[in-house]
């Protein structure tokens, strides 16, 4: 009993500190503008992340590993039970047209009811122009879809990068990002992060569990979902500072 008490005392010695020096350092970074600079710096270098991506799948770099991971994840689909296979086929759903399209819908709602104007024009546009990029880039590389195992899920477009991957990155981080800094307590900001996270993660699992998408379809899709959401934090963070849409802190103060 003791010693698991001296462990948690020194847990907590360690984590206090450790969490206050990051505190203090995102705090100076945000007075002195650099977050939203850092922020589109990760976004030039997840958009360059894919280009090379890109290369590399081209250039056929990337064969042997996709297969070997895609083996071994659709590969098991036919052996687990239905209750695995549907809750694959579910979690696919999410970064669908119809889902997504009702996801933007619920929140542009949310923020025109709180007369939120100009932010539900900036989730409006930030959603439409990561899915404009993600449908280009699909058209360009025009890659076939694997053809190993039966597909459990309908597809009309080409592999490359993986649509329903950058989709729901694109919404889903979007949508988190700017909810985001529209709260001040730092407990729902990670909150909400983590949910806009965890969502493209599942989805762009899901997609190589059902069939359709090599895992370098799904890598692609992510970074150019997660370059999209940095970019959009980014814009998010200047338009702000500029009165372009509402402070952060508004759905609170709303509230009281």
């Given at each position: 009993?003791?010693?698991?008490?001296?462990?948690?005392?020194?847990?907590?010695?360690?984590?206090?500190?450790?969490?206050?020096?990051?505190?203090?350092?995102?705090?100076?970074?945000?007075?002195?503008?650099?977050?939203?600079?850092?922020?589109?710096?990760?976004?030039?270098?997840?958009?360059?992340?894919?280009?090379?991506?890109?290369?590399?799948?081209?250039?056929?770099?990337?064969?042997?590993?996709?297969?070997?991971?895609?083996?071994?994840?659709?590969?098991?689909?036919?052996?687990?039970?239905?209750?695995?296979?549907?809750?694959?086929?579910?979690?696919?759903?999410?970064?669908?047209?119809?889902?997504?399209?009702?996801?933007?819908?619920?929140?542009?709602?949310?923020?025109?009811?709180?007369?939120?104007?100009?932010?539900?024009?900036?989730?409006?546009?930030a959603v439409l122009g990561g899915l404009l990029i993600s449908l280009l880039l699909k058209e360009f590389y025009d890659r076939a879809r694997p053809?190993?195992?039966?597909?459990?899920?309908?597809?009309?477009?080409?592999?490359?990068?993986?649509?329903?991957?950058?989709?729901?990155?694109?919404?889903?981080?979007?949508?988190?990002?700017?909810?985001?800094?529209?709260?001040?307590?730092?407990?729902?900001?990670?909150?909400?992060?983590?949910?806009?996270?965890?969502?493209?993660?599942?989805?762009?699992?899901?997609?190589?569990?059902?069939?359709?998408?090599?895992?370098?379809?799904?890598?692609?899709?992510?970074?150019?979902?997660?370059?999209?959401?940095?970019?959009?934090?980014?814009?998010?963070?200047?338009?702000?500072?500029?009165?372009?849409?509402?402070?952060?802190?508004?759905?609170?103060?709303?509230?009281?």
């Amino acid at each position: 009993m003791a010693a698991g008490t001296a462990r948690a005392r020194l847990k907590a010695s360690w984590w206090r500190p450790a969490w206050e020096r990051c505190r203090a350092a995102i705090d100076f970074m945000t007075r002195h503008g650099w977050v939203p600079l850092t922020a589109m710096l990760l976004a030039l270098a997840g958009f360059w992340g894919f280009l090379e991506l890109a290369d590399d799948v081209q250039e056929g770099g990337t064969t042997a590993f996709d297969r070997w991971i895609f083996e071994h994840i659709a590969g098991r689909y036919e052996t687990l039970g239905k209750f695995a296979q549907e809750g694959g086929r579910d979690l696919t759903a999410l970064g669908g047209t119809t889902v997504i399209t009702l996801m933007v819908a619920g929140v542009l709602v949310f923020l025109m009811l709180r007369r939120q104007w100009k932010s539900a024009a900036f989730v409006l546009a930030a959603v439409l122009g990561g899915l404009l990029i993600s449908l280009l880039l699909k058209e360009f590389y025009d890659r076939a879809r694997p053809d190993i195992y039966a597909h459990q899920s309908l597809t009309s477009t080409s592999s490359f990068p993986s649509g329903h991957s950058a989709n729901a990155a694109v919404a889903y981080l979007t949508m988190a990002i700017l909810m985001a800094k529209l709260v001040e307590s730092t407990k729902m900001k990670a909150y909400i992060l983590s949910a806009g996270l965890l969502i493209p993660l599942l989805v762009g699992l899901s997609r190589i569990f059902v069939g359709v998408h090599w895992p370098t379809d799904v890598l692609a899709g992510w970074l150019i979902g997660l370059a999209w959401g940095l970019f959009v934090y980014s814009a998010a963070t200047y338009l702000q500072e500029h009165g372009a849409i509402e402070q952060e802190g508004e759905i609170e103060h709303n509230q009281e």
